[in-house]
Each structure stands twice: as structure tokens, then as C-alpha cells.
């Protein structure tokens, strides 16, 4: 069985991926189609596309397997099978929200679609955290990237196995991601990645710390914690612990009086720490994260100010 699929962009000149079984193809008008799709800037690539406002496209249709996984994220739907769990991961991969057609819709069905077609805002650290192996093809001596769809399927690979879905309670967070990647104020992303913080603490210590015990734990202690926890700090100390409690006070005052402090370096601050959100989950998914933003030095620097 085949099913359209919105929005999915592959790597420049490839023809197709198989994502655990599910083989994605471009649509024959895929170059029209991907031009459909919004874009902020004039880029020239394997394609010229111009900038443009963008709307939602069908891009690929997936071969959908006779017999098909369960899916393994916490979907509130109990029949969601794997083909859910990848797109939920496309799209955070690629910045775009990445959905299929449902078998029933038809094209005179009444209905529409919800999803949201802009670009996401963030997510770009993820992807270029996936490294670039290139396959040469005949028709194409420049080849294509075929370490997307190869990182991609060791990801997914990862996030079944039993002891990831057991250490991080079946990956709810990748949906907390979704959610905070999308274009958005910055004061709703950065809420929404601070929560991301706050429940990857409560679940790496539920253990042996009582619900109560994690509630009274200082929102600081908690950003501490998982900084070193995935190494973005060998330690910290008592000068990085007071910048780190200014974060803390950035995040108290937004959500007690609707908006930061003040813009500038404020500002900076929030938008350093959603990217440390990003380098956090790609350390969550077995990546390298990509310092092509320079967040390590961003860190580095807003630490630095207490010294």
C-alpha cells in the first residue's frame, strides 16, 4: 500500500529512502512540488527555488510494509504503528512538519489540514548532527548524501531498543521537541525547552527521588544536573551555578509576568539555551551534536560573565 506524504525535503539529488522498512519516493513533479514549499530565502542547491510565503505540498509517497511495527513513542493513539514515530522524527530532522494522507481521505472529502506549513525555527543543530556520507550514482557524478537516511535508521534503531525506551519512558520529549522546534515567539520556545529540562530530570531520577522530592528540587539543581549529565560541563562550580540560577530567574519572571526581563542580552540567553536544548537531544540520540552555531562557546561565554 501507498500513502502521500506532505512536506518531506530529501537530501539534495536523492531519490529515495528506506526508513526501517518504509521506503519514501519523490513524487515525479517533485521539483515543482518542493518549491511549493515555504522557504525565507532564495537558495540554489539541486534546485533554484525562490523565497516564498510556502504552503503545505505532497512531496513522496511511502510504501507502507503488509506487516508494520508498532510504534514505540507514547502516542495517545494505541494503533499508531511505526510509520507515526518516523514522521514525528522527519520532522524534527528536517524542520517541516512531515504528515501522510489518510487511506479514507479522498479528494473530495470534506476536511482540512491543521498542521502548521512553515519551516520550524529550530532544529538545525539536530541535522547537521547527522553526519554526510556521499554514494556516488551513474546518473548523478556529484552523488547524493546517503548518511541521512543511514543516521536516521540508526536513531530509530536506538530509540526501540529496550533499554533506551526504559531509561527515557518511551520518549515523550520528542513530542515536547516538536512542539518547541516550530516557528513560534521565542518566549513560548523557551518555556517549552526549559520544560523539556524539567521532565528529562524527573525521569532520570524518579527512581530513587518521590514526585514530591523532584517538585522541591530548584529548577537551577535540575539545569545543573543535565548539563553535566550529557557533558556539556565537566562540572559546575559555585560562579557557573549563580549564572545558571540568573537563567533560572529568566524562566521565573517570564512565566509570572508574561515576558523576559528586558531584551539583549536576556535575549541571547534564551536563545542559547534552546540550542543547548537541541545539542542535549542529539547526545539523547547517540549523535555528535554540530557546534555550527557555536552554542559550545555560547555556553562558555554566558558562564564566563560570573567570573
Not at 158 to 166: A, F, V
Not at 208 to 223: C, G, H, N, V
Request: proline share 3%; charged share 25%; aromatic share 12%.
Amino acid at each position: 500500500m501507498k500513502r502521500s506524504v506532505y512536506n518531506l525535503e530529501f537530501p539534495s539529488r536523492c531519490p529515495e529512502m528506506t526508513l526501517f522498512g518504509y521506503r519514501f519516493t519523490r513524487v515525479d513533479n517533485y521539483q515543482e512540488q518542493i518549491c511549493r514549499l515555504q522557504h525565507l530565502g532564495t537558495i540554489y542547491s539541486e534546485f533554484k527555488i525562490t523565497a516564498n510565503t510556502g504552503t503545505h505540498a505532497i512531496t513522496a509517497c511511502v510504501e507502507v510494509p503488509e506487516h508494520e511495527e508498532r510504534a514505540v513513542l507514547e502516542w495517545a493513539d494505541n494503533y499508531a504503528s511505526a510509520l507515526n514515530d518516523i514522521l514525528l522524527l522527519l520532522s524534527i530532522f528536517t524542520q517541516r512538519e512531515v504528515f501522510v494522507v489518510e487511506p479514507q481521505v479522498t479528494e473530495d472529502a470534506e476536511g482540512v489540514i491543521t498542521a502548521d506549513p512553515r519551516v520550524y525555527y529550530r532544529g538545525g543543530i539536530l541535522r547537521c548532527s547527522i553526519p554526510f556520507k556521499e554514494r556516488s550514482i551513474e546518473s548523478e557524478p556529484r552523488g547524493y548524501d546517503i548518511g541521512f537516511e543511514e543516521g536516521f535508521n540508526r536513531t530509530y534503531t536506538l530509540i526501540r531498543s529496550e533499554e533506551w525506551q526504559r531509561k527515557y519512558r518511551h520518549g515523550y520529549f520528542l513530542f515536547l521537541a516538536r512542539m518547541a522546534f516550530r516557528r513560534q515567539p521565542l518566549e513560548a520556545a523557551f518555556v517549552q525547552c526549559w520544560t523539556i529540562w524539567e521532565h528529562l530530570f524527573a525521569i532520570l531520577n524518579q527512581s530513587w527521588l518521590s514526585s514530591k522530592q523532584i517538585r522541591r528540587i530548584s529548577a537551577a539543581e535540575k539545569i545543573s544536573y543535565i548539563l553535566v549529565e550529557y557533558a556539556l560541563r565537566d562540572e559546575i562550580n559555585e560562579a557557573d551555578r549563580g549564572r545558571i540560577e540568573a537563567l533560572a530567574n529568566i524562566r521565573n519572571r517570564l512565566l509570572h509576568f508574561g515576558r523576559f526581563p528586558d531584551r539583549g542580552a536576556v535575549h541571547d540567553d534564551a536563545i542559547l539555551f534552546t540550542r543547548l536544548t537541541e545539542f542535549v537531544i542529539a547526545k539523547i540520540l547517540d549523535l555528535a551534536p554540530s557546534n555550527v552555531l557555536n552554542t559550545m562557546e555560547g555556553l562558555e561565554e554566558f558562564l564566563s560573565k560570573a567570573r
